[in-house]
C-alpha cells in the first residue's frame, strides 16, 4: 500500500472506532438516566406500589438501586472498550 | 480511659499515621508534585479518590439530611454518585490520555487560547475555594463536638497536619495519607451502622436491614416509620416531599453533571498509568463511595426511627405515649450541652412532644385535642443523626472515638485535593503557563509549595472567619462546576468543530447565568439583604430553585457554545488532529 492509501484506511478504521465508541456511550447513558431520573425520580411514585422486601419499589431505585446501577454501567464500559481497542488494534502495551 | 482520652488517642495515631505517610513519600519533581507521577495503581486511586470526593458534608451532614427529608434525599445519593458514570463514560480516559497535569490545562491547549485557560482557572478557584472553606469548618467541628476543644484549636491542628503532608508529598503523599483515611472513614461509618441495623431488625447488613421488619413485629421499618410520622403530622418518609419532582429532578441532574465537571476530582485520574487503567478506576471510586452512599439512606432512616420513639415511645396522643423530660436517654444530654439539640416543655406537662407544627390542620388538632402547645424539640441539627449514633446505640467509647477520627479523616482527605488544585492552578497554570513561562522545573516546584502552604493559610482563615454564606457554598460550587466546566470539557472532545470562540463565550455564559440566578434570590456575594427577588417558589424562573440551576446553565453553556461556534472561524487542522489522538488509546 502506498502512503495515502494506508492513511485513508487509518483514518476510516478510526472512524469505525470512534462512532462505535459513541453508541456504546449512548447506550450507557441512556440506562443511566431511564434508571436514575426515571424510575427514581419521574416513575417513582406508580413503582412504589410495588414492593421489594420492605422497600417500596420507587425508593428502593432513588436510594439503592441506581448505585448499584452505575456502578454496574462503568464496569461493563471498562470492560467493553478495551475489548473494542484489542479489536482495533489500538490497546496499550 | 474516659471518652475524652480514648477520642484523644485515637484521633493522635490517626495523624500520626498521616505524618508518617508524608516522610515516606516525599516528591522531588513537578510530574510527582501534580499528578504522582503518573504511577498510581488504578484500585488505590479509586480509594483515593473516594476519600478526595466524600467531604465532610458526605460523612456527617448526609445521612442527617436524608432523614430530614426522606425518599427525596434521593437526589443528593443519586447525584453525587450519578455524576462518576458521566466522568467515566465521557471525561476520564480522554483527559488522562492527552497527559498534562490540570484540567484549565486542558482546556487553553484545546481551545488553544491563554484566555480559556484563565476563565477556567477563574472558575477552578471559585469552585475550590468555596469548597474548601466547608472542609476546614468540618474539622474544626469535629474537634469541638466531638473532643470538646475549642473551634480554633481543633483547625489550626488539622492544618498543620495537611501542610506536612501536601506541601512535601504534594499528589503523591496526599494520594497515599487519602488511602488510609478511606479506611479510618469507612470503618468509623460502618460500624455504629451495623450495630444499630442489628438492633433495630436483626439483620447486621444495613442496606439489607432497611428493607427488613422491625424487630419482634410483622410491620417493615420503613411502613411502619411512614406510619408514625404521619401520626406525628409529617409527610410519609417515603414519599416526595420538601421539593418539587421538577426541583428534585433538576438537582439530581445538576449534582451529576457537577461532579463530573469537578477539578479536584477529574485531576485523580490524571495520575494512573494508562487509559484503560483510568476508565477501571473510576468504577473502583464508585465501589468505594458506593459503599457509604448506599448505608447512608439506612444511617438516616434508623437515626429518625430511634429519633422519634425515644420521643414518642407510646401512641401518639395518649397521656403517657410522650418521654418524661427527666426520663431523657442520656446521649441526649450531650447533645443539648453543644446546643445541637434544644428541648423546651413548652406546655408544662413534664414530657417531650416532637411533631410537625408547621401543618397547621395537625397542629390545631393536636392543641385541642392533646393540649400541644408547638413542637417541643426546637433544635434538632441534621448533624446529630451520624454524631450521636453510637450514643443511641449504646456503643463503646471507642466507637464514639472512631467516629470523630472519621469525620475529621473526611475533611482532610476532601481539603487536601482542594487544596492540590488550588495550588496547582497558581504554580502551573497562571506562573508557568501565562505570566512566566520560561520557569525552571525547581522555581516551578518551590512555587507549587508556596501556593499550596498560602491556600491552607488562606483555607484556614476562612474556616475560622466564614462568610455568612458558608451553608449556601455546595449549591454554588456544584452549579458553577456544571455551568462552566463540564461542558467545555465535553464538548473538547466529542465535538471537533468546537473552536476558541464558542468554548469562551459558552463558559462566561454558564458561569455568569448561574452565579446571577443565584445572586438575585441569595443576594449579591450572599450579602444579605440585598437579594432582587424573594427567594421562594413563586418567585423562581419556572419554579427552579438555585440549587438545581446547575443543570439548566450547563444546557446554556452548551447551546451559546454551539451557536457562536458556527458563526466564527473553524478550528485549526493541528487542533483537530490533537482531538483525534486523544479519543484513541494507543499513542501514536
Known amino acids: 500500500m502506498s502512503e495515502p492509501q494506508r492513511d485513508t484506511a487509518l483514518q476510516s478504521q478510526r472512524q469505525e472506532y470512534w462512532s462505535k465508541n459513541l453508541r456504546i456511550i449512548f447506550g450507557c447513558l441512556v440506562v443511566w438516566a431511564f434508571v436514575s431520573l426515571g424510575l427514581g425520580i419521574l416513575l417513582a411514585e406508580p413503582l412504589n406500589a410495588l414492593s421489594l422486601g420492605g422497600y417500596p419499589l420507587g425508593f428502593w431505585f432513588a436510594q439503592q438501586g441506581s448505585i448499584y446501577t452505575f456502578l454496574v454501567l462503568i464496569f461493563f464500559y471498562a470492560w467493553r472498550m478495551n475489548k473494542l481497542d484489542k479489536e482495533f488494534e489500538v490497546d496499550e502495551e | 480511659m474516659s471518652l475524652q482520652a ?122 475550590s475555594i468555596t469548597y474548601v472553606i466547608g472542609q476546614m469548618r468540618g474539622v474544626g467541628i469535629a474537634f469541638s463536638n466531638l473532643l470538646n476543644v475549642p473551634i480554633t484549636i481543633g483547625l489550626v491542628s488539622g492544618m498543620v497536619v495537611v501542610f506536612i503532608y501536601a506541601v512535601f508529598g504534594g499528589m503523591k503523599g496526599i494520594t497515599y495519607t487519602q488511602i488510609a483515611q478511606y479506611c479510618v472513614m469507612i470503618f468509623a461509618y460502618t460500624v455504629p451502622a451495623v450495630f444499630i441495623a442489628l438492633q433495630l431488625t436483626g439483620n447486621p447488613i444495613p442496606q439489607l436491614a432497611l428493607g427488613s421488619t422491625a424487630v419482634g413485629t410483622d410491620t417493615f421499618l420503613l411502613e411502619a416509620l411512614d406510619n408514625t410520622l404521619v401520626d406525628l403530622g409529617f409527610a410519609a418518609y417515603t414519599s416526595l416531599s420538601g421539593m418539587s419532582q421538577l426541583n428534585m429532578f433538576l438537582l439530581t441532574l445538576s449534582l451529576m453533571i457537577g461532579t463530573a465537571g469537578l477539578p479536584h476530582v477529574i485531576v485523580r485520574f490524571f495520575t494512573v498509568p494508562k487509559i484503560r487503567d483510568a476508565r477501571k478506576s473510576a468504577g473502583w471510586s464508585l465501589v468505594f463511595i458506593a459503599i457509604l452512599y448506599t448505608t447512608a439512606p439506612a444511617v438516616g432512616a434508623m437515626a429518625m426511627w430511634n429519633f422519634v420513639n425515644t420521643v ?277
Open chain 2, 6 to 127: 480514648m477520642s484523644f488517642l485515637v484521633v493522635g495515631l490517626t495523624f500520626a499515621l498521616y505524618i508518617g505517610i508524608a516522610i515516606w513519600a516525599r516528591t522531588a519533581s513537578t510530574s510527582e508534585f501534580y499528578v504522582a507521577g503518573k504511577g498510581i495503581n488504578p484500585v488505590a486511586n479509586g480509594m483515593a479518590t473516594a476519600a478526595d470526593w466524600m467531604s465532610a458534608a458526605s460523612f456527617i451532614s448526609m445521612a442527617g439530611l436524608i432523614a430530614f427529608l426522606g425518599y427525596s434525599g434521593a437526589a443528593y445519593l443519586m447525584g453525587w454518585t450519578g455524576g462518576y458514570v458521566l466522568m467515566a463514560l465521557l471525561l476520564a480516559p480522554y483527559l488522562r490520555k492527552f497527559g498534562k497535569f490540570t484540567v484549565p490545562e486542558f482546556i487553553g491547549d484545546r481551545f488553544y487560547s491563554k484566555t480559556a485557560r484563565v476563565i477556567a482557572v477563574i472558575s477552578l478557584l471559585v469552585i
Open chain 2, 312 to 588: 414518642q415511645p407510646g401512641e401518639v396522643g395518649a397521656e403517657t405515649g410522650n418521654i418524661q423530660v427527666d426520663e431523657l436517654p442520656e446521649w441526649t444530654e450531650r447533645w443539648q450541652q453543644t446546643g445541637l439539640l434544644v428541648f423546651e416543655d413548652k406546655n408544662n406537662d413534664g414530657r417531650i412532644q416532637y411533631y410537625n407544627d408547621q401543618n397547621e390542620e395537625f397542629a390545631a388538632m393536636a392543641e385541642e385535642e392533646w393540649g400541644w402547645e408547638g413542637n417541643e424539640v426546637t433544635t434538632l441539627d441534621r448533624d446529630i443523626m451520624v454524631l450521636a449514633n453510637p450514643g443511641i446505640a449504646g456503643l463503646p467509647n471507642w466507637v464514639i472515638a472512631l467516629v470523630a477520627a472519621g469525620g475529621i479523616a473526611a475533611a482532610l482527605s476532601t481539603a487536601a485535593g482542594l487544596l492540590l488544585a488550588i495550588s496547582s492552578a497558581i504554580s502551573h497554570d497562571l506562573l508557568k503557563g501565562v505570566w512566566m513561562p520560561n520557569i525552571s522545573e525547581r522555581g516551578e516546584m518551590r512555587a507549587a509549595r508556596i501556593s499550596m502552604a498560602g491556600a491552607i493559610l488562606l483555607a484556614g482563615y476562612l474556616g475560622l472567619n466564614p462568610p455568612g454564606f458558608a451553608a449556601e457554598v455546595v449549591a454554588l460550587a456544584f452549579g458553577l462546576a456544571a455551568a462552566s466546566l463540564f461542558p467545555v470539557l465535553m464538548m473538547g472532545i466529542f465535538m471537533k468543530s468546537m473552536n476558541k470562540q464558542g468554548a469562551i463565550a459558552g463558559m462566561l455564559a454558564g458561569l455568569i447565568s448561574t452565579l446571577l440566578y443565584i445572586f438575585v434570590f441569595k443576594g449579591w456575594f450572599f450579602i444579605p439583604g440585598t437579594n432582587m427577588l424573594p427567594d421562594s417558589a413563586d418567585y423562581w424562573l419556572f419554579g427552579i430553585n438555585t440549587g438545581s440551576f446547575g443543570a439548566v446553565g450547563a444546557g446554556i453553556n452548551f447551546l451559546v457554545a454551539y451557536l457562536v461556534s458556527r458563526v466564527t472561524a473553524g478550528t485549526p487542522e493541528h487542533i483537530k488532529a490533537m482531538v483525534e489522538e486523544v479519543r484513541v488509546p494507543r499513542a501514536a
